[in-house]
Nanobody, 122 residues
């Protein structure tokens, strides 16, 4: 299984970006999926997760109300709509499939894809 995150780039504070995470090699439709991010010199931080059904998204407090996670199982793809971006959102964003018990711990996730860089200027 390979996950490919895309859609990152440079945005101004207050702007928007939409990230995509496409799975290939195997369907991940039965897995909850999540987004994490990692800023330089920092650990991997939970951003959002969503059930296989697309229901019950869970967000980190730092992004709640600004980011929206969604998925299209027919396309084997997950999305992260990021609005009202802030400079502190600058990080590499990663997607992964949830296999463990914790929503927030990156050790509960696998099939990590390559990240996509998001840079927000003030």
């Amino acid at each position: 299984v390979q996950l490919q995150a895309s859609g990152g780039g440079l945005a101004q504070a207050g702007g928007s970006l939409r990230l995509s995470c496409e799975a290939s090699g195997r369907s991940l439709n039965y897995y909850a999926m999540g987004w994490f991010r990692q800023a330089p010199g920092m650990g991997r931080e939970f951003v959002a997760t969503i059930l296989s059904s697309g229901n019950r998204p869970v967000y980190a407090a730092s992004v709640k109300g600004r980011f929206t996670i969604s998925r299209d199982n027919a396309k084997n793809t997950m999305y992260l709509q990021m609005n009202s971006l802030k400079p502190e959102d600058t990080a590499a964003y990663y997607c992964a499939a949830k296999i463990g018990n914790s929503w927030y711990d990156s050790r509960s996730y696998k099939f990590w894809g390559q990240g996509t860089q998001v840079t927000v200027s003030s």
